[in-house]
């Protein structure tokens, strides 16, 4: 047997190491004696229970071949299970804006001019997005909301076409959401009342000196303080914000003063519970996140993630805290804590986000867009909103966006950090000098990865030191998080090419489910149609369930057929969001 080609080895304290598999997501700790002998291939020197352990594990491999087969298998169940199941889908009402920063990556926009730019989406495209998103609801396909986007979608003047699309919106029990500059936010906090918007994103440049040399409203003025002041409002009435901090070489030094902003503005006094818009007090988060689209002399690159990270550090940020205000951090924070809290596997994402699954950006002339960086670039459009059909007709180029995968990019396969990056940012590898989207783009997550798995299970193995450990772990390590390998190991060849060839989303759920893949969640599945349809001995029998593993029990024993939609609802095991689920766009570098 030889060390997993997915695993890497860290020290974490005295005499202890960590391992981790980037394709079964098992992290163990194990001693420097074991650690050594594993990456010195001398598998000899590791006793037979923990050598039998660690194979269990998935970090000692009988082939490659085997391994190999493992990727195919996830890589189609995250294919099937989240990237063609849930459409994301995002309306741009106009590509005018009421800002000129000069970073900007929709900047080619302005070319055209501004009659070009004054034109908003019409009724009729806006009628035949909904009635298309209706058809496909129909086929089974979840809709995970609606964005409204630009350009800048809250322009004052066009007030009655968002209207109209929250209406239509509305009508399909589609939840909203919009990333605004803020500065006509004023106007717009009844209708996001009104239609319950789940949240808005602002961004902010910087503290007042910063922000208002870089953004910049088209007549000159600064913004800051027209943006603190409505994001107030929102907050007054209700309306969560996330506050997004763009970041590069020339705020950097000054962008976390921002936080006192926010202390003396009380955009911080959430109690931490989201409001759902009843007209409590809005939810207030904020992150930092670099921009790639920030012209400096000397630096044309702008700053990474780690060096934004390293900033909050030099600042007395405590490591978790800094982790949770950096946007790529946060996200693998998030990932992480799961896994090593041992709530959920890890989550094998074959592709990187939204944008190579299922998410439509109609611009004002409906044209069809995948990926929000190449919006207005009329060649990279994928298709185009028929009104005649009320359909999304689509050019084979979306089936190319679609096979960005991790299967299909050189280098990917037998990475540790595969399922962890899914391939990397399309709009990077394209803007990294190739010209080729569907090249792979491995960026910082190696780096951040690493840094965000040392913290987290440091805390863990604190945790466990204060009681006592167990014979099992003392001889064999302490196993952190759960296993893939483990589930996978119990499927038969049967169910194995079952999942390899059926287009059955629920078949793949049910052999997932029965082989302990897929959780039940208690309090979803106690909110469910299907339960309330169970007669009150079923009900009687449920409420004695002390787990999930017993109420999944008596599903089966009472042969209680699932909908696809409870499915969804009660599948927890893999993830956080992973069914259904798919990245937060909302953390795409590119969004200012």
């Known amino acids: 047997m030889k060390l997993s080609t997915y695993d890497i080895v860290m020290p974490i304290r005295e005499g202890e190491c960590l391992l981790f598999n980037g394709l079964y997501g098992a992290v163990d700790v194990v001693s420097s004696e074991t650690a050594d002998a594993l990456a010195s291939g001398v598998t000899e020197r590791i006793s037979p229970d923990e050598v039998k352990h660690l194979h269990k594990r998935g970090h000692l491999t009988d082939s490659k071949e085997a391994e190999a087969e493992d990727f195919k298998l996830l890589a189609r169940i995250d294919k099937k299970l989240r990237?063609?199941?849930?459409?994301?889908?995002?309306?741009?009402?106009?590509?005018?804006?009421?800002?000129?920063?000069?970073?900007?990556?929709?900047?080619?926009?302005?070319?055209?001019?501004?009659?070009?730019?004054?034109?908003?989406?019409?009724?009729?495209t806006v009628d035949?997005?909904?009635?298309?998103?209706?058809?496909?609801?129909?086929?089974?396909?979840?809709?995970?909301?609606?964005?409204?986007?630009?350009?800048?979608?809250?322009?004052?003047?066009?007030?009655?076409?968002?209207?109209?699309?929250?209406?239509?919106?509305?009508?399909?029990?589609i939840p909203l959401n919009a990333i605004t500059n803020g500065y006509d936010l004023d106007h717009y906090i009844?209708?996001?009342?009104?239609?319950?918007?789940?949240?808005?994103?602002?961004?902010?440049?910087?503290?007042?000196?910063?922000?208002?040399?870089?953004?910049i409203h088209k007549d000159g003025k600064g913004t800051y303080d027209v943006i603190l002041?409505?994001?107030?409002?929102?907050?007054?009435?209700?309306?969560?914000?996330?506050?997004?901090?763009?970041?590069?070489?020339?705020?950097?030094?000054?962008?976390?003063?921002?936080?006192?902003?926010?202390?003396?503005?009380?955009?911080?006094?959430?109690?931490g519970a989201e409001t759902g818009n009843r007209g409590e007090r809005g939810r207030?988060?904020?992150?930092?996140?670099?921009?790639?689209?920030?012209?400096?002399?000397?630096?044309?690159?702008?700053?990474?993630?780690?060096?934004?990270?390293?900033?909050?550090?030099?600042?007395?940020?405590?490591?978790?805290?800094?982790?949770?205000?950096?946007?790529?951090?946060?996200?693998?924070?998030?990932?992480?804590?799961?896994?090593?809290?041992?709530?959920?596997?890890?989550?094998?994402?074959?592709?990187h986000c939204s944008a190579e699954n299922r998410m439509y950006l109609i611009d004002p002339e409906g044209l069809i867009y995948t990926c929000w960086d190449f919006v207005a670039m009329?060649?990279?459009?994928?298709g185009q909103v028929d009104v005649e059909s009320q359909t999304m007709a689509l050019k084979l180029s979306t089936l190319k966006w679609r096979e960005r995968t991790v299967e299909n990019m050189p280098g990917c396969a037998g990475c540790p950090y595969v399922f962890l990056c899914g391939g990397g940012c399309a709009s990077r590898a394209f803007s990294s000098g190739t010209g080729d989207y569907t090249k792979p783009d491995c960026g910082e997550t190696g780096e951040i990865f690493r840094e965000v798995l040392l913290e987290v299970c440091r805390d863990a193995m604190k945790r466990r030191d204060v009681r006592e450990k167990t014979e099992n772990e003392s001889s064999q390590g302490i196993a952190l998080s759960r296993s893939l390998k483990e589930m996978l190991s119990l499927l038969t060849a049967k169910d194995r090419n079952v999942i390899l060839t059926s287009n059955?989303?629920?078949?793949?759920?049910?052999?997932?489910?029965?082989?302990?893949?897929?959780?039940?969640n208690r309090e979803e599945f106690l909110k469910s149609d299907t339960y309330k349809n169970l007669s009150d001995a079923q009900k009687e029998r449920i409420a004695k369930c002390k787990t999930?593993?017993?109420?999944?029990?008596?599903?089966?024993?009472?042969?209680?057929?699932?909908?696809?939609?409870?499915?969804?609802?009660?599948?927890?095991?893999?993830?956080?969001?992973?069914l259904g689920g798919g990245n937060n766009a909302m953390d795409c570098p590119a969004m200012d």
Not at 295 to 324: F, N, Q, S
Not at 378 to 382: E, F, I, P, R, Y
Request: with cysteine.
């Open 83 to 124: 990237s063609e199941t849930s459409i994301s889908l995002m309306i741009l009402p106009t590509y005018n804006c009421n800002f000129r920063c000069p970073y900007c990556y929709e900047k080619h926009r302005l070319t055209n001019g501004e009659e070009w730019l004054r034109r908003t989406i019409s009724r009729e």
């Open 229 to 271: 002041e409505n994001v107030g409002r929102a907050l007054d009435n209700g309306v969560n914000v996330r506050l997004r901090i763009n970041t590069g070489p020339r705020n950097i030094g000054t962008s976390y003063a921002l936080r006192k902003v926010f202390e003396e503005r009380g955009f911080l006094n959430n109690g």
């Open 190 to 215: 009844p209708l996001l009342k009104e239609f319950k918007f789940t949240k808005i994103q602002v961004t902010l440049d910087g503290v007042k000196e910063e922000n208002d040399q870089r953004r």
């Open 128 to 173: 035949a997005v909904f009635e298309a998103v209706r058809k496909e609801r129909e086929k089974g396909m979840r809709i995970s909301d609606c964005r409204l986007f630009g350009g800048e979608p809250l322009l004052r003047e066009n007030a009655d076409i968002v209207r109209y699309i929250c209406e239509k919106a509305r009508e399909a029990d």
């Open 284 to 351: 207030f988060e904020y992150y930092f996140k670099c921009t790639n689209y920030d012209p400096y002399p000397g630096k044309e690159e702008g700053v990474t993630d780690h060096e934004i990270y390293g900033m909050l550090l030099k600042r007395g940020v405590r490591p978790r805290e800094a982790m949770k205000l950096e946007g790529a951090y946060a996200e693998m924070l998030r990932r992480t804590e799961a896994l090593v809290d041992r709530k959920a596997y890890l989550e094998p994402r074959a592709s």
């Open 504 to 520: 059955s989303r629920k078949e793949i759920i049910n052999i997932l489910r029965k082989a302990g893949g897929i959780g039940m």
């Open 378 to 382: 009329k060649d990279m459009a994928v």
């Open 548 to 578: 999930e593993q017993e109420i999944m029990a008596v599903i089966d024993s009472e042969a209680v057929e699932l909908s696809m939609d409870d499915l969804d609802k009660v599948a927890g095991g893999w993830g956080l969001d992973w």
